[in-house]
């Protein structure tokens, strides 16, 4: 069983959150990966409180998942400061780039 942690920046109350959650689920499920079955999604919202991220952060890390998701700049920059080991995926995190999450954007050989 693969484990995913899911770190938003909303309240996991929103509207907007549950749709892009269950847009999240149902693509997956295309890939042949369902939760319950293949893979565990532990989902955390963390609001836009920059402490309240940095303990979710690290909550999530200490679960030792194969993957992080991350939903936002700040969020995806304070994950990275807490793990080098674990892959993150981002979204939403505009240009990463310019903001320093990655050197550059070329595909890697």
Same mark, same amino acid.
């Given at each position: #069983? *693969?484990? @995913?942690?899911?770190?938003?920046?909303?309240?996991?109350? +929103? &509207?907007?959150?549950?749709?892009?959650?269950?847009?999240?689920?149902?693509?997956?499920?295309?890939?042949?990966?369902?939760?319950?079955?293949?893979?565990?999604?532990?989902?955390?919202?963390?609001?836009?409180?920059?402490?309240? #991220? *940095?303990? @979710?952060?690290?909550?999530?890390?200490?679960?030792?998942? +194969? &993957?992080?998701?991350?939903?936002?700049?700040?969020?995806?920059?304070?994950?990275?400061?807490?793990?080098?080991?674990?892959?993150?995926?981002?979204?939403?995190?505009?240009?990463?780039?310019?903001?320093?999450?990655?050197?550059? #954007?070329?595909?890697?050989?």
């Amino acid at each position: #069983m *693969r484990r @995913v942690s899911v770190l938003v920046e909303a309240d996991e109350n +929103d &509207a907007e959150f549950q749709a892009r959650f269950m847009i999240l689920r149902r693509e997956l499920q295309k890939l042949g990966w369902t939760e319950g079955q293949n893979i565990q999604i532990n989902a955390r919202s963390t609001s836009a409180d920059p402490q309240r #991220m *940095r303990i @979710v952060a690290a909550e999530s890390i200490r679960l030792a998942p +194969d &993957a992080l998701l991350t939903g936002s700049n700040q969020l995806t920059s304070i994950v990275s400061q807490l793990t080098h080991t674990i892959p993150i995926i981002f979204a939403g995190a505009g240009d990463a780039v310019r903001t320093g999450l990655v050197a550059n #954007m070329e595909k890697s050989k």
